[in-house]
């Protein structure tokens, strides 16, 4: 058998069928991309509505520490658990009245946390503010 007759007896797939079939792939793949963006989105966005400052810290006598926190984010954020420590990696769980307190969006006011801590002067103290939804507050600060 001559190559120049096994060349004219293949055929290929005919050129509308080809271009379905592109077409398909394609939109296939727009679908799936779609879908990975709009579930990373959801959840970064849902992270970045609550995001907690410092506004100060005052010590107003050796058993309370009193915490002035504000929220920038778009969301409200609900106040879940603090923690105090002389190291950051030895917090333990303050007793406070800022459990379930909500401290509103976009910077609109600071909720004034109050902790019962026994305190010593000139000690540096680790803080950390734990909110239901959105990244931890954290930071610290030298009793006066």
């Given at each position: 058998?001559?190559?120049?007759?096994?060349?004219?007896?293949?055929?290929?797939?005919?050129?509308?069928?080809?271009?379905?079939?592109?077409?398909?792939?394609?939109?296939?793949?727009?679908?799936?991309?779609?879908?990975?963006?709009?579930?990373?989105?959801?959840?970064?966005?849902?992270?970045a509505g609550v995001q907690l400052v410092l506004d100060t810290v005052s010590w107003p006598n050796s058993t309370t520490i009193k915490l002035y926190v504000r929220n920038v984010g778009t969301s409200n954020a609900i106040i879940d658990a603090v923690y105090i420590g002389t190291s950051a990696a030895n917090l333990v769980p303050a007793n406070h009245n800022g459990r379930n307190k909500a401290v509103p969006a976009e910077g609109a006011d600071a909720l004034?946390?109050?902790?019962?801590?026994?305190?010593?002067?000139?000690?540096?103290?680790?803080?950390k503010v734990v909110p239901k939804t959105g990244a931890p507050l954290e930071f610290s600060r030298k009793a006066p």
């Amino acid at each position: 058998m001559n190559t120049k007759t096994l060349l004219k007896s293949r055929r290929g797939i005919s050129p509308i069928l080809a271009t379905l079939l592109l077409i398909v792939i394609a939109v296939a793949a727009i679908v799936v991309t779609y879908a990975w963006i709009m579930t990373y989105m959801s959840s970064a966005g849902q992270q970045a509505g609550v995001q907690l400052v410092l506004d100060t810290v005052s010590w107003p006598n050796s058993t309370t520490i009193k915490l002035y926190v504000r929220n920038v984010g778009t969301s409200n954020a609900i106040i879940d658990a603090v923690y105090i420590g002389t190291s950051a990696a030895n917090l333990v769980p303050a007793n406070h009245n800022g459990r379930n307190k909500a401290v509103p969006a976009e910077g609109a006011d600071a909720l004034e946390i109050t902790i019962d801590y026994t305190w010593t002067s000139g000690t540096t103290y680790y803080f950390k503010v734990v909110p239901k939804t959105g990244a931890p507050l954290e930071f610290s600060r030298k009793a006066p």
